[in-house]
């Protein structure tokens, strides 16, 4: 018991130490960063969606066009290796935006390539994006139901 | 009458005839090569895929490749090895096997992550003072693309990498260790095993952090089995803590009562310098190995370090249970290498 007391202990002011000396990560910079490369896409997807408008029947149509081009986008720079190091610059700025989400499906499915089509690509594609489709589910769902409740639904 | 080989104090083992490292061979990736450690390394592959269809086979072929050009280094032939030891990082230490399989030695599979190199050397100068093994063969590698598949996230993922990050060496590298009156390289004279120390660590992405612990128990029970300090040893080499964990070794050790002086370098920290996608600097099995292969190997030829205390470090958790919100335990195996 006090062993373990003392190892609690030990860890808990291990962990201030390690605290102590770490390197601070200079904040400003990486929302400054990230705010220009989402932006930057987020620019992007705006001018591709306004090209779309003229060309689609519909406004609807436009936006599955823009988001099906901006996939295909992200997917690119995956495959040719480019898609990592705009990660590394914008953090969540790359991340968030639809790009991101192409990305990685992408490069889970690069990446497993090797162990086959079925249980290696198609089975691994989804280990980063699967729980953003997951969660997206079950808060549309949430919501819906909660807009039927107080009867804003449809 | 020959020496023996003794145990010293709680922990350590001091060889009777300290065996030599014979033969030793580093074979690094572009990326390694073109580190400030570049100029130590044996050969150099243009590609770190070195054509090859996977990652995994990659990081095979650069340990295959190390061992045999290790053996041929050394003057040998298969049939004048009498004990393959190897480990990697990839699950079941994947490219050892392989690599056993195609040299058709018996082989001995070790783990300690990116302190396979000071495991597997005093384990074949154990074998080969105690008379157990002739020639003992010792090799190790890591891939970055494996290793970041298996430990971490695909390649490509648009992951932002923190300052406390370290990047996996790729590359393969392998020592002969054979009797004393068989070659003139770097003698073992001792070992210190080290002790799994876990001090709470939960970031896998922050891997110096969890094993600085490790390196100080190893080094203070080190200089206390054997009564030396660090005046005794004109380098004390750790890695890869990288410069994060470096930093909380030296802290900790300080506040020990020891003073590194100028004695300290790091492997992780050193190998590509200061260069900002390496975050705190490198790691990956094969790191530690080029360090002592390499640098401390050749400077030692030089007639710069004549007695070399290293200390390889490894991070001894997996995916799953980092997941499972378990805390990374370290290891540090400590070897003394002496020249002449």
């Not at chain 1, 495959?79 to 991340?95: H, I, P, R, S, T």
């Not at chain 2, 210190?192 to 922050?206: I, K, L």
Request: charged content about 15%; overall charge neutral; some cysteine.
């Amino acid at each position: 018991m006090d062993r373990d007391q003392g190892a609690i202990q030990g860890a808990r002011e291990y962990a201030r130490l390690v605290q102590q000396l770490a390197p601070k990560p200079n904040v400003a910079r990486l929302t400054a960063r990230a705010f220009l490369v989402g932006g930057t896409i987020c620019f992007l997807g705006q001018f591709v969606f306004d090209y779309f408008r003229f060309r689609q029947p519909t406004e609807g149509e436009a936006i599955a066009a823009t988001l099906a081009t901006m996939i295909l986008l992200g997917v690119a720079l995956t495959a040719l290796g480019v898609y990592d190091d705009v990660g590394q610059l914008g953090g969540m700025g790359a991340a968030v935006p639809i790009t991101g989400f192409a990305n990685a499906m992408a490069a889970a499915a690069m990446d497993f390539r090797r162990e086959g089509f079925v249980l290696g690509m198609a089975a691994k594609m989804f280990i980063i994006a699967g729980p953003v489709i997951v969660f997206g589910i079950l808060a549309g769902t949430v919501t819906g139901l909660v807009a039927w409740l107080v009867g804003s639904g449809p | 009458m020959a020496a023996i080989a003794q145990r010293l104090g709680q922990y350590t083992v001091q060889l009777g005839q300290p065996p030599r490292i014979v033969g030793a061979l580093t074979l690094m990736a572009p990326r390694e090569a073109a580190g400030p450690m570049g100029q130590y390394f044996d050969a150099v592959v243009d590609d770190d895929m070195w054509g090859e269809v996977s990652a995994e086979r990659a990081e095979r072929k650069f340990l295959e490749q190390a061992a045999r050009r290790a053996m041929d280094q050394a003057g040998l032939l298969e049939p004048d090895v009498d004990v393959f030891l190897a480990g990697d990082l990839l699950n079941q230490i994947v490219s050892s096997t392989f690599t056993a399989r195609s040299l058709g030695l018996p082989y001995l599979g070790i783990f300690a992550a990116c302190a396979t190199s000071s495991l597997g050397l005093g384990l074949a100068a154990i074998l080969v003072d105690g008379g157990y093994a002739r020639r003992v063969l010792v090799a190790t590698a890591s891939h970055y693309q494996s290793v970041e598949r298996q430990y971490r996230y695909p390649i490509e993922l648009n992951i932002q990498r923190k300052q406390t990050n370290q990047w996996t060496a790729t590359g393969g590298a392998a020592a002969v260790v054979a009797p004393p009156d068989q070659g003139s390289g770097p003698r073992i004279t001792h070992i210190t095993f080290g002790r799994v120390v876990d001090w709470g660590v939960t970031d896998a992405n922050d891997m110096g952090s969890a094993m600085a612990p490790a390196a100080c128990d190893t080094l203070l029970r080190h200089f206390q089995d054997t009564n030396t300090t660090p005046g005794d040893y004109d380098l004390i080499l750790t890695g890869d803590l990288a410069s994060v964990g470096s930093k909380l070794f030296r802290t900790l050790v300080e506040r020990a009562g020891v003073t590194l002086g100028g004695k300290h370098m790091d492997g992780g920290a050193s190998m590509y310098g200061q260069a900002p996608w390496a975050g705190a600097g490198a790691s990956g099995s094969v790191c530690s190995m080029a360090m002592l292969l390499g640098y401390v190997h050749k400077e030692m030829a030089q007639g710069r370090y004549r007695r070399v205390l290293a200390l390889p470090t490894g991070c001894l958790h997996s995916p799953t249970t980092w997941q499972q919100g378990d805390s990374c335990p370290g290891i540090s195996h400590a070897i003394v290498l002496e020249a002449g």
